[in-house]
DNA sequence: CCTAATAATTAGGTATGCCTAAATTTGCAG
DNA sequence: CTGCAAATTTAGGCATACCTAATTATTAGG
């Protein structure tokens, strides 16, 4: 198939590289390793390293890579990866607000349509949310000009005995898992109350003022991030 | 790249294959040649070829075809095509209605994601929509099941010399002529006087009852499909 | 009915992006 | 400092979908 997208080689599986190298390098930047980008990307080793050459010896690369060293976003590569994170989590927003999706549906859909959407598109349904911060996860939005601050949350997961907390996002990685969470009430924003069990490897939460408990897995905790009560 | 979509091995190439076989085709399914795909599609003849051979010597085929002889759709292929083109229209109408893109521009965006929406995506679309029938154009939108009942309207440049009609569809051939048509009032359901220049080889044509008269040339009266007055 | 023009097909190539298997390189433990 | 294991890279392939050039069919004219 012929390249898609602007003037540059940018294609599906491309904006897929960037977007996994941005999420696991974090914010700061870090090399990532390609074993990490082949396991993200469900893809072999050897196609990763391939593929890496290829964006680094472009004309105006995307990425920074040396050999046996890692890869790390070029400024070019980090607004494109900023920019597909923009349009998927717009795209997200925008299935469950205006579309009435399922919270369980929308990353899903987001994942493909985010590679195809045109500015105009992007505009348009931002300006119809009212230029939203964040997404129904919880996450937030990178601005057009490429910012993004993130929260400084933490993981429920790391979250040492007990405690109350609000609730900042949940993962998009499990449809299943963000159903049962949806189901609990436990959604961006909410108060969560919180005790480890330390015998089952887990925790017993409650939700708002409400006294029903539920268990939690560490699994499922590390799927969960929070911020102390304001 | 691998192959995306349903079981089947559907792509975007395929998706457009189908729709100029169905298009070129018209609703009665005839034979259609090579020439016309490879010209429709900007493509050679020869890639017309290829993929005819392939797409008719698969498990359960999306055409027929005979060596010399042109392809037709089968009857999964013309389902499969009807689906495409019932995804552009709504996506089309949904850019028009929800998200007001000027009309000049829902052909393009429509044409890039037609193949990348869901079952649910489109479900949503047309449930938001209110299930249209036409879209901005006036081109009737296929149902769920792939049914099409064409209007039967004639092309404005095949009226002899003069008359009163109603506007039926307008061409999204070309960006710039619908956005002139658009200008001048000449959309879907308007009432058009019309009369022919036979020195000019073109026609002049009001809006309405507005005595303000334009002047259309023969090649901008092959976009303009007309319908008696009812 | 034969030939010339037109259409279609075959043959052989390009680029993308993925794969496996066989080298390498790196880095950590002893 | 050595040597093994893990990570990475190279080499060689596959499928898609396109291309050009050369060949073969079909069809329409004379």
């Given at each position: 198939m012929p390249a898609r997208g602007?003037?540059?080689?940018?294609t599906e599986s491309v904006d897929n590289y960037l977007k996994a190298i941005l999420s696991l390098g974090g914010p700061e930047g870090r090399r990532v390793i390609s074993k990490s980008l082949a396991e993200r990307l469900s893809v072999a080793p050897a196609s990763v390293t391939n593929m890496l050459q290829k964006l680094a010896a472009?004309?105006?690369?995307l990425v920074e890579y040396e050999r046996h060293r890692g890869v790390k976003l070029s400024a070019a590569g980090r607004r494109r990866a900023l920019e597909v994170v923009r349009h998927h989590r717009l795209i997200e927003t925008f299935l469950y607000e205006?579309?009435?999706?399922?919270i369980d549906e929308v990353h899903e859909e987001a994942e493909r349509l985010e590679h195809f959407i045109s500015e105009r598109f992007e505009e348009r349904i931002a300006a119809k949310l009212g230029h939203?911060?964040?997404d129904p996860h919880g996450h937030c939005i990178p601005t057009m000009e490429g910012h993004m601050q993130e929260h400084d949350s933490i993981r429920?997961?790391?979250?040492?005995d007990e405690g109350t907390f609000v609730i900042d996002s949940v993962s998009d990685r499990d449809a299943g898992t963000l159903r049962q969470l949806e189901a609990s009430g436990i959604t961006p924003g909410a108060r969560l109350r919180v005790r480890k069990h330390t015998a089952l490897d887990g925790y017993s939460v409650s939700i708002g003022r409400s006294s029903k408990a539920f268990d939690l897995s560490q699994e499922t905790a590390r799927d969960i991030r929070i911020l102390p009560v304001a």
């Open positions: 602007q003037a540059n080689g940018n472009a004309p105006s690369p205006v579309l009435d999706y399922p939203p911060k964040i429920l997961a790391d979250v040492v």
